[in-house]
């Protein structure tokens, strides 16, 4: 039997008494927001109008939706085909694959608001796009590439190399080893990383009501303003006048939220046992 | 040339076409980057140069409706230290020994119900986060501190619980980097289970953990909803006494008035504010990339 000395008590309980406070922290803040917000859910919150009396969330899920559908068609081929240059064609430590990496380190450390300044002042103002779903989605999805990107490149690597070099041996291109070979094995990983892209995007406030805007209504075309649900709840918050339906909000985006994340690492499995 | 010798050509290339339209996607992040550099300090930089770059980051007025208008972010420089000292304070020790409680003294079924419960903490919105704050925290800090609720300890407190798992989850994995010989080492020694975690992997990791701060850091300097939602906004220089008023960040600052800030010189300034979170943010993220490449990760 080892001598503990009484260092070693104090910080033993140091570190139960830290794992205590985060499952504190986390049954706090899921606990309350999903029983005070769960009773709240009625149909009435998913009225295909949200009027000043009834503030429906419906126009910000399709809102949401929206944001989700045209960001993906625009970060996804790209973060795909970035990484597949980088993984698959670039010479390693190449002066390029430098400069990619360190940019798209950049662009995952850049907080939201200065999205939505710049997404403000490009998409909106400079290219003329206003408040709009096309600013919403480029700026977004200007958000989640290097998510999508870092997804890739990893499963890309875990893929075995003999897996190439068998594609290769039977006379396959690069290219032809890519699609075929390559991709197919990576992915789940690659999905699991888009699901946490969306997941990233329906928790965006910041980035989206300078760029989207924050109109509680549906848009109506690509250069059509609206809402997302997060900016929906940040607005309920703000106003004050419907708690209960803030309350029941707040559940529906934290429900989505734990959705999301379930999905992701149910894939993330997967991924492991296969 | 017909569309099929068109079609031909192609199907000769695709190798050379695919390559090249892969290179073309990796350079996106470039142009985004570039493209965001541009217009933050195309239209940034001019607007410091035209209030003063020493009134700017030093006034400590912010009188946007003023003739003529006064553009100081002290005020908001000095809310952002705060909230972030804060969030530091709470944050920084309860997740660095959480995650080596979760490394080296968690049972493993019990480690397989924290890991997601962790995971889905990083995930929650911050609208979701600062809701709570609003609901829970502000009643809170005003029954049992004082003021009205909205305060720089709210922020503080608030930003903690947010970071938290930025802390464990990067923190877990450089604890978990350290090679087993090193504690195997200090065990045979003599040492016990806790005194090697604490005396001898815990140090062997420092520079992850440390990343893991910096990497918290830079989301409580960034993070805007949260902190607009309890921190009172007041854009007035507080002293750090004052913990149980209102104070404003850089962050909050923009999101509160970009929406109606005329595009003469209120909107200007506001991107000028942009560009010193931009500038900070910045050199906190080289910070951590220069850790990350000491620790080989």
Known sequence: ?274 | MGIRSLISLIRRNKERIAKHLFALSASAAIAAVGLICVFLFMQGLPAMWDIGIFNFLTGTDWQPDWTPPRFGILPMIVGSLYVTAGAILFGVPTGIFAAVFMAKFCPAPLYKILKPAINLLAGIPSVVYGYFGMVVLVPFVRENFGGNGNSILTASILLGMMILPTIITISESAIRAVPGEIYDGAVALGASHEHATFRVILPAAKSGVMASVILGIGRAVGETMAVRMVAGNQAVLRMPHEFIRGVRTLTANIVLELGYAYPGDHRPALIATGVVLFVFVMLINTLFAILKKKEGV
């Not at chain 1, 499952?23 to 709240?40: E, H, K, Q, S």
């Open chain 1, 1 to 274: 039997m080892k001598r503990k000395k009484p260092f070693d008590f104090i910080f033993f309980l140091l570190t139960w008494l830290s794992i205590g406070v985060t499952v504190a922290v986390f049954t706090l803040v899921v606990g309350y927001v999903l029983i005070n917000g769960v009773p709240y859910i009625s149909p009435s919150l998913f009225a295909l109008e949200s009027t000043a009396l009834n503030p429906s969330l419906f126009p910000a899920l399709m809102g949401t939706l929206m944001i989700v559908g045209l960001s993906l068609i625009l970060a996804v081929p790209l973060g795909i085909f970035s990484a597949i240059y980088l993984v698959e064609y670039a010479r390693r430590g190449s002066r390029f694959v430098k400069i990619v990496r360190l940019t798209t380190e950049t662009l995952a450390g850049i907080p939201s608001i200065v999205y939505g300044l710049f997404g403000f002042i490009f998409f909106g103002v400079f290219l003329g796009w206003g408040l709009s779903l096309m600013s919403g989605a480029f700026t977004v999805s200007i958000m989640i590439l290097p998510l999508i990107m870092r997804a890739t490149e990893e499963s890309l690597r875990a893929v075995p190399d003999t897996y190439r070099e068998g594609s290769f041996g039977l006379g396959a291109g690069r290219l032809r080893t890519v699609v075929r070979i390559v991709l197919p094995a990576a992915t789940p990983g690659i999905l699991a990383g888009i699901i946490l892209a969306i997941g990233r995007i329906i928790g965006e406030t910041a980035a989206i009501i300078f760029t989207l805007g924050n109109v509680a209504r549906m848009p109506n075309n690509l250069f059509d303003s609206g809402r997302t649900l997060s900016a929906h709840m940040y607005t309920l918050a703000n106003e004050g006048t419907h708690p209960g339906e803030a309350h029941a909000t707040a559940a529906v985006l934290l429900l989505v939220v734990i959705l999301i994340n379930a999905l992701s690492s149910w894939i993330a499995r997967f991924v492991k046992a296969s």
